[in-house]
Each structure stands twice: as C-alpha cells, then as structure tokens.
DNA sequence: GTTTATAATCGTCTTATTGCGATATGTTTA
DNA sequence: TAAACATATCGCAATAAGACGATTATAAAC
C-alpha cells in the first residue's frame, strides 16, 4: 500500500511540475514567500487559474500555504525541487548541445561541398 | 529562440516522465537494451499502447531507437534520468515520512486520551 | 453591519491524453 | 511472392487538464 502510495507521489509531483505555468510559479516563489496578491500581477492568468496551479502545486506537497489575514502566503516548501529542476535543465541542454553540435557538423559538411 | 526551446524541452521531459506506465518502461529498460517483443509481457497494455509510450519517451529523448531486422530495439539515452527519478523518490519519500511521523505523534495523542 | 479586498471554488468550454482495436508498413522466412 | 512476424500508425471513445468568468467565502476596514 506505500508501495502504492510513493509511485502515486512520484507521478503527482512530475505531474504537478510538468505544465510551464507551474515551473514559472516556482522560479518566482524562489525569491521567498510571496502572497497571492503578489503572484497575480506577475502572470499574464486569471485569479481562478493562478489559485488552481497554486493548488496543484500545493497539493503535490511541493508548496507551503500559510493564511495571514486576507492574503494566503505561498513559498517552497522544500528547496529540493529546484534540484530536481536543474536536473532537467542538464539533461535538456544535452539534448540542445548534441542539436547544436549536429548543426555544426551539418554545416561543415555543406560548406565543404560548394 | 534557445529559450524558448529549452523550457518546452523541460516540459516535454517532464510531462514524458508524468506517467506511471512510462515509468514502468524506464525501470525495465534500467536492465538494459530491449525490443518491444521482450516489452509487450511484461505489461498489461495493448501492443498500441505500449508503442505510444515509447514513442513518447522517444521524443523527449529518454529513449534512445535501433532497427535491428524485424525488431526495435529500446534504450535509456541518457541514464541520468535515474538521477532525476530517484530525486522525485526523495522528495516523494519525505512527504510520506513527514505522513508516518504525524501518525505516530497522532496515535501517541490517542492513546494518551484512553 | 455594510462595503471592500483577497483568494478559493464552481460551471463550462476547449483541448490534450490515454487506451484500444483495426489497419498499415516493413522485414524475414518459406 | 506469399505467409508470418514485429512494430508503428490511424481513428475513435472516454477521461483528464487548462483556461476563464462568475460566484462564494472570509477577513478587514469603514
């Protein structure tokens, strides 16, 4: 049943990170706790879709939400993610570099033939 | 541009790893090269299925596709998407760990109160 | 207590994802 | 060249995800 529960957590935290959206809500909660009123102006969304990627992101255990008066407060709950992140990010620029260098070679090779 | 391409990318490997039946194919292709014959019955999944899966891993460039004959043969590109796999484990783990320890400290209260 | 501010939730629409059977493609074997 | 095999692709149904405006809930200010 944990056995269950981990692979559960595993796609819910992937899942919750896999939306452009979301990745930008987490690079701009990487300067601190911000409240709600704070995240809006800074995407081009409406209220009900911030709080819903705010929730997704909340409920994968990857944000913190603390209520304060009127403002609900959002911040990382665990800087780990942004290891996570990074990692992508390396196995992504592998993927563009080996591109890039396939171009240089291509092109070497058409430069060659005029 | 490079930009831009780089966080689809993101997303594209991401959203290729938010799927449990794809996670699955990459903890058996860990074992090594494997043709889609050897894949099919170690999965409860139509032929179809298992081959848009593939494909989708394909296409984020987790895995990596040899024609050898009749067969195809299916690789991990880059291991270093372990890597990634066992930190979503990590993050994954000390949510359920946080769970058990409010368990505890949950039925400690309970058994106290009787 | 009525108004204002902040954020969550609801209902709906549109689009994407997953799964499957059926069909197509390409390769080997007979 | 026909039959058998291995895999990819097509077309469709069911479900999930994303976006948004409208509504609701709660706290603060007046």
Redesign the pocket.
Known sequence: MTQKSISDLRIKIL?AL?????LELLEFLAGGER??????PAF?????????????L?EADILE?K????????SIKDPQVFDLIRLVDSLALKQISHLAEAGRILEKSLNRGR
């Open positions: 899942g896999s939306d452009p959206t979301r409240c709600v009123c704070e995240i809006l081009q969304r409406s209220q009900s879709t911030i709080s819903k990627h705010l929730n997704i909340y939400r209520i304060d008066g009127k403002r609900t407060l959002y």
